[in-house]
């Protein structure tokens, strides 16, 4: 995970260096003959001294990735990384402090009460990272300054699985996803997954088989699985897998050790969707599947639920994709494999509705941290005195038509025509 961390930032960085100077030319735009002599462009400004907060789950990556966009956009930065890393958090202050001027990057460590008497500042941007529960306490802090807000949240990350498919390699795409970033505890990692009722019995065995060659016979002695983060989340996840709706419904795994913050993959059969694992982001081993008749009839559970950060989609059906890709909202999409669209950097990465406001990577990291200025070009020629009073009917003709952009109906104006 960590080399994984170290790779994308140091691909952003770069990215940036490579790309800046394209992405920082003002963008020449066509006028219309409403401001008749005249050119425009679009003036990318940077927004001010912004504040970045980030998650645990990827402490590295989502403090540095962020602020390369918001260095590259022209910003000072505050950067307040996660404190249940602290390690991570100190690196982070030590290099950022020896390597980058410290006159416009700053990282403030802390956790709470920092990140509150942080939130009482005025910024003009700031940048979360986070669960839902605090981008509502950033939001209202910023609400306070008018502070625009970029918030990167989480949620249930739905995965769809066809039976038309590559089995061994959607379960490898479908596992990877989700025990191998990080045993769960990713945001876009998938939360749950909808089959038919007919394929479940194929995918479960393969998804065992799969487990099993990864991390053995016994999981919690697997140094290939990642630990849980501390043992706060540890508790949380047993209380989902001991609410009394889920705990009969285990159908692999279950395994965990306290001591070691260490927990099976574990995969879970036709939960109630009233019971607690159903209504909460995961955020960890759990994999709930749910079973339907028709596949189509999945769509609407997975909109019923809130927009979700992402989707996934296994099937080789034209129809079912298209179908997905029109009738699902989520931060991203991915059809026949998982999480790999946020190492896209042509993607824009981001949630939607309840998963988020916002996006961010590649250029558009860049954007996030730009103020996009509109500059209207004029001359001293062409002053309509349409525009002054005092106004005749056919000045008043001439201002509509010059106003809905209509040359037609500058013309006619102009000549008299009704
Ligand atoms: P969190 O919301 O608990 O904490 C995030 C940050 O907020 C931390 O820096 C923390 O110090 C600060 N914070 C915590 N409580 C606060 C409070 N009361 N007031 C002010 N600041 C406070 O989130 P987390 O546990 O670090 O991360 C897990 C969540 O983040 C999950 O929901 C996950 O889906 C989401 N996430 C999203 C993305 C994304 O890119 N969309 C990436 C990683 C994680």
Redesign the pocket.
Known sequence: MVILQISIVKSSCTRALGELNRWMKPEKVKTSITTFPSSAEIVSEPLGVVLI??????PLL?ALDPAIGAIAAGNAVVL?????CPATSSLIAKLVGKYLDSSCIKVVE???AE??AL?EQKWDKIF????????R??MAAAAKHLTPVAL????KCPVVVDSDINLPVAVRRIAGGKWASNNGQ???APDYIITTKDFAPKLIDALKHELEAWYGKDPLESKDLAHIVNSNHFARLVKLLDDDKVSGKIIHGGQRDKANLKFAPTILLDVPEDSLVMND?I?GPLLPILTVDKLEDSFDMITSRGKP?AAYLFTNNKKLKEKFVKTVSA?GLVINDTVLHFAEKTLP???VGE??IGSYHGKFSYEAFSHRKSVLYRGFAGDASARYPPYSDRKLKLLKALLSGSVVGVILALIGWS
């Open positions: 907060i980030g998650a645990w789950n990827f989502l307040k990384p996660s404190e249940l802390g956790s709470v990140t509150s939130l979360f990272t986070g669960s839902g529960r605090v981008g306490i950033v990167e949240l989480g949620g990713a945001c876009i982001e955020f950060l931060g990465f981001g949630g998963s988020g």
